[in-house]
């Protein structure tokens, strides 16, 4: 594939993996390097606990990469966050999310191909995907029920992490009060042109995913954000619903198969169950949308970068340099006085 004439930035989200940082970034900046006439990578460090910092700033030294940019946050926050902050300081023309370690690189040029000929977001799926515990597949499936029942879109299937968005996307999610995360859904949601591809190829480093993460995760995309004190009220306010549906079950149960049953007590038991169902749905309801409209006028900075650095190479500034040898040219050494003053002007 010839090199296209676009500037592509290309966003990878790293924490605690100091000892494949090197091989995964050469390899990057030599696929990116044939595939665009201009590109970028940009390496967002979820504050990691090992040496990952200093061996990016190697990195980016005289004798390291070209075209690297290193974000190292100041504490760790979840993908969708990590990966805004990537995007939100990406330059291209097309920004490409890459999971260095799950997802193949090598299937970014068929992506960008489809990008430039039309298409403002390109999803990437690979039908090979990490081994997971049995709780977090069941977990992950019955969200991705209910979220593609609610907005349509299956997430895992329709909107997996691994994408290319054009600049265009990238302002217009830029708009919305909370683009992290936004980020994770609009694409698919929003009437952009879009693709959707699907490739094979083996996990480079398998990982095991946190429950506990996913589910937060989860509950944050579907009512928008979350928050300990009011997930509680929440939490309750599902339980009590689901005990009194579960209660009102048992109270037709005992009306079916109990002939001495004392009067009027199903009619009432039903009564106060249905009554304190719906009540704990309002609460739910209501919970949920305090909690979305406080961290609208309240939320401080999702992210804070401790560090950044780039590198001391840049393929950009390069060739410019060539260009403006080429430009001086006409003007050799080997001319008159007279010449060179006519040069100069015509320079």
């Given amino acids: 594939m010839a090199s296209l004439p676009v500037l592509l930035s290309v966003v990878f989200v790293v924490r605690n993996q100091a000892t494949h940082l090197g091989a995964m970034l050469s390899d990057a900046s030599t696929c990116v390097a044939a595939l665009a006439s201009d590109y970028e990578l940009i390496v967002v460090d979820n504050a990691s606990d ?44 097309f920004v490409a999310f890459v999971d260095p370690f799950a997802d193949d690189i090598g299937f970014l040029p068929k992506m960008l191909d489809v990008a430039v000929r039309g298409s403002d977001v390109v999803f990437a799926s690979n039908q090979q995907k990490a081994a997971q515990s049995l709780v977090y597949v069941a977990c992950a499936t019955i969200f991705n029920a209910l979220y593609e029942r609610v907005y349509g879109v299956h997430l895992a299937k329709e909107a997996p992490q691994y994408r290319i968005l054009s600049k265009r996307v990238v ?23 879009r693709a959707n591809l699907s490739y094979s190829a083996e996990p480079k480093l398998p990982r095991t995913k946190r429950l506990g993460e996913s589910i937060d995760r989860g509950m944050r995309l579907l009512v928008s954000t979350t928050r300990l004190p009011m997930r509680l009220v929440t939490s309750l306010s599902l339980f009590g619903a689901v005990a009194n549906l579960v209660y009102s079950v048992y109270v037709v149960a005992v009306g079916i198969l109990k ?87 015509q320079t």
């Fill in 171 to 193: 302002n217009f999610i830029l708009q919305h009060p909370q683009p992290a995360l936004t980020y994770r859904h609009l694409p698919a949601l929003g009437g952009f042109a």
């Fill in 259 to 345: 002939a001495d049953v004392a009067p009027g007590w199903i009619s009432l038991s039903l009564q106060q169950s249905g009554m304190f169902f719906l009540l704990s749905l309002v609460l739910l309801v209501l919970g949920e949308y305090i909690l979305h409209m406080v961290s609208l006028s309240n939320e401080g900075p999702l992210y804070h970068v401790g560090q950044e650095f780039t590198s001391a190479r840049m393929s950009r500034r390069e060739k410019l340099n060539v260009e403006e040898a080429a430009s001086r040219a006409p003007c050799a050494p080997e001319i008159s006085s007279g010449q060179l003053a006519a040069c100069q002007v």
């Fill in 50 to 93: 090992d040496d990952s910092v200093d061996v990016l700033r190697a990195l980016t030294g005289e004798s390291g990469l070209p075209n690297l940019q290193i974000f190292a946050l100041t504490s760790e926050v979840d993908i969708d966050t990590a990966s805004w902050v990537g995007l939100d300081n990406a330059l291209g023309d």
